[in-house]
């Protein structure tokens, strides 16, 4: 063999080691960063998981095309995890939770499944469902500080990881106070689900997103106003009666 015709066997072969090596380092990170995704939703392959849905007021059962929207987000996710999800209404889906996963979407007016989370997961928040007064309506109160929406202009929407034990699945809300923000905060989390497991684990977590002028530009811009857990978790005082 000469030496030319060596060096070209051994350069082959090294670019064969090196394809190879590269190859197998971009599949260990792949898996490695699939593992923590399916750990952070709760995901396992072939897992199965809920997606409560709400129903468009005066809608006759209709969902809003925004939670719609909001559910592609999640199903990308879902497929992504190499799970399964079902489609329930709010008011077909009675069964606990921490069995399955669980994505609900919707503020508690619209849907009695948030309602219920939110009295006992985040019992220190609390959203208006009254028609009226017209300027109170869906206004969200975490603790004492009230964020009230000023429609297409700025709205808000929480975006919560509950757990109820260790073993349990989690539960991910999108409350927010128009259909659009559920959108916004089920995209918030596509595009930060990395940066929420570092920084969260597997603990639980409520953030306050806000939504700023949707009427120009949809869903994509969001700031996230404060993490608000410890408040969510504890419950809202009652007010002092006043004095006769």
Known sequence: ??????????????????????????????????????????????????????????GDGAVHRYDVFALLELSALIKDCGAHAEIVQHDTARRGFGE??????????????MAAHLSSLLPGIRMSTEPEPKAERGALRIGTEYYRVEPGVTEYVLLARLTAGEEARPVFLFCGQRAITNQAASRYLARHHEKLARKHGDKS?????????????????????AEVTRTALAPVPEPEPSAS
Request: net charge positive.
């Open 1 to 58: 063999m000469t030496d030319d015709i060596r060096d070209i066997v051994l350069g082959v072969v090294a670019a064969g080691l090196s394809a190879t090596l590269g190859w197998l380092a971009r599949t260990y990170l792949w898996r490695r960063g699939l593992r923590r995704k399916q750990a952070f939703f709760g995901l396992p392959g072939h897992s199965e998981c809920l997606l409560v849905v709400n129903r468009e007021a005066g």
């Open 100 to 113: 399955r996963t669980e994505f609900c979407v919707g503020g508690p007016g619209s849907n009695r499944r």
């Open 205 to 225: 977590f409520c953030l306050l997103l806000k939504v700023v002028n949707s009427q120009a530009y949809g869903p994509d811009v969001v700031e996230l106003v």
